[in-house]
């Protein structure tokens, strides 16, 4: 089962395949996901410390600004855990000041993901 290490939070196993965005909000992660997990909003970023993933979603790629790619960002609601990985969040609705993290993510990648391999 790939471990999941959150900076400051600890570690947890998730099944192959889980949907990073709701690993991290169902072991008590707070991110924010003000779109939903479509890939439109990118307030789910994460940036990885170890173990960053190379497939890309199409989506991802389009969403994300050359300077948050240069800045090694992804987005939680893009990533398959397939692999150990230890990641830092950004974005935490508990210090957004919002009123709500966003609407509840699917279980699974939205939208349909064409992957794309990037070193
Ligand atoms: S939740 Fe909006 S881009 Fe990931």
Redesign the pocket.
Known sequence: MPKVTVEGMGSFEVTPGKRL?SALLENGVD???????????????VSFLRGEPTMRTEA?LQ?LTDKQEDLGLR????ISCEADMELRTLLRFSESGLDDP?PE?LPTIQPEPVWIKRE
Do not use: D, V, Y
Not at 31 to 45: D, P, Q, V, Y
Not at 75 to 78: A, K, N, W
């Open positions: 965005l991110m924010l996901h003000r779109c939903g997990g479509n890939a439109k909003c990118t307030t789910c970023r991802e969403r987005l939680s609601c893009q966003g993510p």
